[in-house]
């Protein structure tokens, strides 16, 4: 905005400040977490899964710098709405490889798969756009603002009916048994840092939590209402703020006890499930005191 | 733009498909932490002298992750523990960033567990490859 309040008009050309943020974010969450930058330097896939299942992707190995190259390509080409749906086709693309070549080393990580599927929604979102012959970055915002939060949703609902379907209403009542999982997370860091501080931490906590076990197991119980209920987040923003607010702060929680730190999902949770960006600049507004930043519809 | 209903549809019929599938990237039915057993377990990398390796510095990954694939090569091993010990320092040693030759760095498996109210650790050692042991050289 300039001193008069207004948005320059290269911003509205692009769909307003909120649309630019959002893009900009998402862009910015796509470079910062994504498994490309190391992927295509693995040896081996020793643990074939997904895609990997099916076609062989040794042959990328190895050739590391035109993905690379590609992919950074294809995010300024999304920034700057230069062939958005293009653009992002490559990225969704490549980030689909690279996840699957890293997911495919014996060890499945859980903290960034949501980041492709949302990759694939706004390509499936900005085509969508395009077929129906309006390509306004607005109007593509639109339709990935309606699709998102959906995508976000289901990662805490499926997480809470796994936790159901393998413990049922165990993964409460045997709560306090997080105990040896602390213990677990924190050894872990440590031998992967040798932060020393982090053995004596792990059990601090660890023996805390078995003397108040009532404790963590109310803690416990709130983080799975709030996962399994996280569809109610599709009925408006203002739900969806609170169930990005409540889901990002048990992940805080998760990670100040456990060292298990799922960045990515926090980030992801308030750009889409919560519609931060809307809210940031509905308040910012407030605090100007009037419409000066024009927001999009819902 | 989608509408409520189909809002909800996408949702369910994303649940559904990671719920069949369970692991197949990107989809996954996120199964970390589904229960909450009264044991626990990590692996660490130790050099001849006994001093622990800095797996994110001599791996470029984490502990947890170097658990996971411990697990796998026991699933892939039919759950011969020794063997997959081996098979996961031969996998590890092709990325071995350390300075120490990685054919003489040792697995350690550790559980933790809550015996009448107190933590305690057993640990179990694998490996190290030994010279004959590597099939290509780091």
């Known amino acids: 905005m300039n001193s008069a309040g207004t948005v320059p008009k290269a911003i509205s050309q692009a769909g307003g400040v909120e649309v630019v943020l959002t893009r900009l974010l998402f862009a910015v969450l796509l470079v ?100 129906s012959g309006n390509e306004a970055p607005a109007h593509a915002h639109r339709l990935m603002m309606s699709v998102a939060p959906a995508i976000m949703a289901y990662v805490y609902v499926t997480s809470a009916i796994t936790k159901l379907d393998t413990s049922g209403l165990d993964w409460v009542s045997h709560g306090h048994f997080i105990a040896v999982q602390v213990v677990k997370s924190h050894s872990s860091a440590y031998y992967t840092s040798l932060d020393a501080g982090l053995l004596e931490r792990g059990n601090a906590i660890a023996n805390w939590i078995l003397a108040h076990p009532d404790l963590s197991r109310l803690m416990l119980a709130g983080g799975l209402f709030l996962e399994l209920f996280a569809f109610l987040a599709l009925l408006g923003r203002g739900w969806g703020l609170f169930f990005a607010i409540g889901l990002a702060a048990f992940h805080v929680a998760v990670g100040l006890s456990m060292q298990l730190w799922f960045t990515t999902h926090v980030w992801l949770l308030l750009l889409f499930l919560g519609h931060g960006v809307h809210w940031s600049l509905r308040a910012l507004d407030h605090l100007r005191g009037g419409n000066a930043i024009p927001l999009a519809q819902p | ?102 054919r003489t760095v040792e697995l350690v498996w550790v559980d933790v567990t809550v015996v009448q109210g107190a933590l305690v650790q057993r640990s179990t050692v694998h490996g190290p490859l030994g010279p004959a042991q590597l099939l290509v050289e780091p």
């Not at chain 1, 999304?78 to 958005?84: A, E, S, Y």
Request: charged share 15%.
């Open chain 1, 32 to 131: 910062l977490y994504s498994p490309v930058w190391s992927a295509f330097d693995l040896p081996s896939i020793p643990f074939p899964n997904g895609l990997a299942k099916v076609f062989p992707l040794e042959p990328l190995l190895g050739h590391a710098l035109p993905f690379k190259v590609l992919y950074a390509a294809g995010l300024l080409g999304f920034v700057l709405h230069w062939r958005p749906a293009l653009s992002m086709a490559v990225v969704a693309l490549i980030a689909l490889l690279a996840g699957t070549i890293v997911q495919s080393q014996g060890a499945i990580g859980h903290g960034g798969q949501v980041l492709t599927v949302l990759a694939f929604a706004q390509w499936a979102t900005l085509l969508w756009a395009k077929r």
């Open chain 2, 1 to 102: 733009m989608l509408s409520l209903r189909h809002r909800f549809l996408l949702l369910l019929a994303l649940v559904l498909l990671s719920q069949t599938v369970r692991e197949w990237y990107p989809f996954s039915h996120y199964p970390m932490y589904s229960g909450f057993p009264e044991q626990a377990n990590y692996v660490y990398l130790r050099k001849a002298d006994g001093d622990p390796v800095p797996i994110g510095r001599a791996l470029g990954t984490d502990g947890s992750a170097v658990k996971k694939m411990f697990r796998s090569h026991v699933r892939q091993q039919d759950g011969d523990s020794s063997a997959a010990g081996l098979a996961l320092l031969e996998q590890l040693a092709l990325r071995y960033r350390g300075k120490e030759d990685p």
